[in-house]
Nanobody
């Protein structure tokens, strides 16, 4: 069973940076590239929203609120996906989840807390 393991969350000051990583444990290396991957977040009392996604060919999409500040990347040889978050704002505070999707298959990470506060 594939397991997505997230790391890198924590506390940052407004204007600061954090980097989140998602490692695909027990996924066959040759299959990693075939998944569409993304980062979602959910703040208290709000619905889960898409932050950024990266397709199989490397094309990226971002939510309007993070464009120009966040960057999603993946490393096919290491089976990892990352989210570099710069110029953080208090409204970026949420639990962040990584997601892998391929046809009917879908996997979620356990979530990592990001708190932006002075």
């Amino acid at each position: 069973q594939v397991q997505l393991v997230e790391s890198g969350g924590g506390l940052a000051q407004p204007g600061g940076s954090l980097r989140l990583s998602c490692a695909a444990a027990r996924m066959i290396l040759s299959e990693f590239w075939s998944y569409t991957m993304g980062w979602y977040r959910q703040a208290p009392g709000k619905q889960r929203e898409l932050v950024a996604s990266i397709g199989t060919s490397g094309g990226t999409e971002y939510g309007d609120s993070v464009k120009g500040r966040f960057t999603i990347t993946k490393n096919n040889s290491r089976k990892t996906m990352s989210l570099q978050m710069n110029s953080l704002k208090p409204e970026d505070t949420a639990v962040y989840y990584c997601n892998f999707r391929r046809g009917p298959q879908e996997y979620w990470g356990q979530g990592t807390q990001v708190t932006v506060s002075s």
